[in-house]
């Protein structure tokens, strides 16, 4: 490729990042909310909501994909490409649970979770938008506005508890 061409992020690519973020966002306003259940609850909610999420955006792609691909094709299509927004709830779900089990106070845990979830939000935004051919204004904006998405979020969660 050329060194002065545009980088053309694909739309299977494109669509895994929006995946990855939507999950981070997903898992961490679902751990915001839940400081006042135990470490077995947390897990099973965060899971199955993110479960939940992925489940209504694959079924949601799948009516509004418009290309010629049998309904079975496209299903699998959308099921692998959105498998990011379930993937990313694996780290901040086994920080939380290694942090209770070396001693920390759930709410504790939970914040770090929020905060493992946020950070994975910024860097996979701002690789995106890299990725995307933005300028490095471009990415340097989009790696502010996650972070400022971050920041509210946890913020949220410090004021609800």
Avoid at 2 to 18: F, K, V, W, Y
Avoid at 23 to 42: E, K
Avoid at 66 to 88: G, K, Y
Avoid at 121 to 136: D, E, F, M, N, Q
Wanted: proline share 4%.
């Amino acid at each position: 490729m050329d060194a002065t061409a545009p980088r053309r992020l694909g739309h299977d690519a494109a669509e895994r990042i929006s995946a990855g973020c939507y999950g981070a966002l997903v898992s961490a306003s679902t751990l915001i909310g839940l400081s006042g259940s135990d470490l077995g609850v947390v897990v099973a909610v965060v899971a199955l909501t993110n479960l939940v999420y992925f489940a209504t955006h694959v079924f949601a792609y799948c009516l509004g994909d418009t290309s010629a691909e049998r309904p079975w094709a496209i299903f699998r299509h959308h099921l692998a490409v959105s498998a990011p927004m379930v993937s990313v709830t694996f780290l901040p779900l086994l920080v939380v649970v290694l942090l209770v089990a070396f001693g920390v106070d759930l709410p504790t845990a939970l914040l770090w979770g929020v905060g493992v979830a946020m950070m994975y939000l910024v860097v996979v935004a701002t690789a995106g938008a890299r990725l995307r051919g933005y300028s490095p204004v471009g990415v340097v904006l989009t790696a502010i506005g996650a972070a400022l998405v971050s920041a509210l979020l946890i913020v949220a969660k410090l004021l609800l508890h």
